[in-house]
């Protein structure tokens, strides 16, 4: 997985909790991505970082933030989980002046 | 319509059959395409990456480029049970930006033994 490792791998919350992703890489990439993949809509971006304190949106940003204090470190944050936001999540990284991306092993997050 | 348009199938064939997988885009200015491989319960594995009109090959596999067309293909000679997974398409460029990358929803291959 490129150097790409991501924690937790499953998780279980209930509704209205806060809930925090980790993605790491080991590959001193520029750029990470947080998608999320469900059933009927493929992947979609819902924050990418291009630079340690560099975020912007993605097309699904609305109950989602993200920070990167750390070239390694991209951390995705659901302020007030909800069912909706029942997924698998997944990181990517690529290079400056690359779009190839390479995807971490991902993270089952269930919302009940 | 969608950005980026995939059967999601299932496709089936024999195995030691030719498998072509197909995706068509809607942004013009896309420069850059590539195909996924995702197994089931796993995540995409970049396997091809395409940049010019025609044809590149990486051993079994060979992806295929028609910007007048849009369109972008796979094709998988003498397919094998371990090609079984679903095939992402997935598209950078043009109005999204350099580093944003679009992904279809996949096409799910059987391979047959």
């Known amino acids: 997985d490129a150097g790409i490792t991501q924690s937790p791998r499953h998780k279980v919350t209930e509704t209205g909790t806060p809930v925090t992703l980790r993605c790491h890489q080991t590959e001193n990439h520029r750029y990470m991505y947080w998608y999320r993949q469900d059933p009927g809509h493929g992947l979609r971006l819902i924050h990418y970082s291009y630079g340690v304190k560099d975020t912007d949106k993605g097309e699904v940003s609305d109950g989602y933030s993200v920070s990167r204090s750390k070239t390694e470190d991209f951390l995705l944050t659901l302020e007030s989980a909800t069912s909706s936001q029942t997924s698998v999540y997944f990181c990517?990284?690529?290079?400056?002046?690359?779009?190839?991306?390479?995807f971490g092993p991902g993270t089952r997050l269930t919302v009940t | 319509q969608k950005e980026v348009e995939q059967n999601s199938g299932p496709l089936s064939v024999p195995e030691g059959a030719i498998a072509s997988l197909n995706c068509t885009y809607s942004d013009r200015g896309s420069q850059s395409f590539f195909w996924y491989r995702q197994y089931s319960g796993k995540s995409p594995e970049l396997i091809m990456s395409i940049y010019s009109n025609g044809d590149k090959e990486d051993g079994r596999f060979t992806a295929q480029l028609n910007k007048a067309s849009q369109y972008v293909s796979l094709l998988i000679r003498d397919s094998q049970p371990s090609d079984s997974a679903t095939y992402l398409c997935a598209v950078n460029g043009g109005s999204g930006g350099y580093q944003k990358v679009t992904f279809g929803i996949g096409t799910k291959l059987q391979v047959i033994p």
């Open positions: 990517a990284i690529s290079e400056s002046g690359s779009p190839e991306q390479y």
